[in-house]
């Protein structure tokens, strides 16, 4: 079985090299640089951080030396080869024109190597290597050209990590040098923050309950690891505070909630919320312009991005069941002045999330292997929030900037698809703005024929005879624009689930 694995891995793994250099290969070692599998490492691990570099590049090395002759173990199998991964589809990125089928027809196979054995890691006996694997997959198909795979493949990975008892404490008998026991801490809260993150996007549930957990927050950075100590605690009390609310909304799926327990933890958990963000140090404020030339080495763009997007996106799953007039249309609320103000206060934290997810879309760089959640899904969110407001209240002062942040959305969703050739495309998109426009068009030229007809009435106007539109009045063609745009909102919301 080990003998099939390797020559398998060998022969998939150099396709253009050729066979007559499989027996090479295993003698000279640099020609892996063809691989750079380092740019794993400086591109993919931008976020989260799952692999310890220095322990992977000690597994490689020995892998690849002639004197070895221990069986190599499915885990590690599996890693190295979704580092392949990641590295060739950095190699063809970067260095050509490549379009987006090709860069996956290169880099893919890869990836189906280290799925070869994805039944291996669940239910053979390996280390904590298969459950980085896990992750370091779940990873690379977060790109924008990959299957959304990574729901799947993070779950599987959370209920390994639980069974080797990474979410408990070590206890002192183990006898865990410290630099393992920071490993394991690591390895989980990153875990946690990524099950979190994508049972929020996908509207599905997390597989880790948060009473089972006794594991501390680690205070240090383990060895190999490049990030940031301040931004990992913040993004981990985030995701906790996420966490909750993700529990709190299960709750409004009851109808028997009274109004007063749907209200009293909206308050606590916007507390909370803006409590975290009162307490986070610069850069990593969420009201701060981003200086790119002033990032410590340790902090990339994309975990400025991430901490922001996530702050914005724990606060607009909180208060858009506020803001979404379908959620509570049937319920009856026995404190309706009580619930009116709380729609107020939640319609405003959701619409300056949303403008501001928006205006941070200037920071982001579409490629292939730009993360789902950055090149769609809180751009989508965004724009999908702004056009719920603009529908609902076209007469405010500040429709003319919400349709022009809309247009920026709608041009980042454009700069997707010319980037992917537009084998990636959001056509409603347009059709969002398009209605949006519409809308307030339709609110002004209505507020504007109304004011003839009450001049009329008065004798001061000539026009006792056309026929007057408005938008009480609702006329069909407006009402049909209308039932489009609920269409087009469902729409969204499914491909944001999806």
Known sequence: MEKSIRNEQLSLTYPLLGLIFCFELVFFPEIYTLIDYAAYFREFETVFSFVCRTAFEADLRAYFNPNAKAPECPASYALRHVVY????????????????????????????????????????????????????????????????????????????????GLHRQPPIAWNLPESEVQQRKWLFWAIYCYDKHISYRSGRPSAIEDDTITCSIPTSIPPGSNHDIIWCTNVIKLTYILSAVMKYIQTLQNKETKTKDILKPVEALNARIIEWKKQVPFPFQPDEDIVVSGLSPKVHIYCVLFMRFHYYGTLVALNSAFVYPWIFANRKREHDRLFQDQVRRSTDLVVEASREIIKNTKYVDIDYACPVWLAFYYPMVGLINLFIHVLRYPTLSSVQMDLALI????????????????????????????????????????????????????????????????????????????????????????????
């Open 407 to 498: 247009d920026i959305a709608t041009g980042h969703f454009a700069r997707v698809g010319y980037t992917s050739s537009h084998s990636i495309s959001f056509p409603f998109a347009r059709e969002l703005a398009r209605l949006a426009h519409e809308a307030v068009r339709a609110t002004y030229w209505g507020s504007e024929l109304l004011n003839l007809e009450l001049s009329d009435v008065n004798g001061i106007g000539e026009h006792q005879n056309q026929e007057i539109i408005s938008l009480n009045d609702n006329p069909q063609g407006f009402r049909e624009e209308l039932n489009r745009s609920s269409d087009l909102v469902d729409e969204a919301r499914n491909a944001t689930l999806d």
């Open 85 to 164: 991964a990641g590295g060739k589809r950095s190699i063809i990125k970067n260095n050509s024109a490549a379009a987006f089928d090709e860069i996956h027809a290169q880099s893919w196979p890869y990836f189906e190597n280290a799925l070869y054995v994805h039944t291996d890691l669940l239910y053979s006996k390996c280390s904590i290597t298969a459950v980085q694997a896990l992750m370091a997959m779940s990873i690379y198909v977060e790109g924008i050209g990959c299957p959304s795979l990574e729901y799947m493949l993070c779950s599987n990975a959370v209920r390994l990590a639980q069974s080797k």
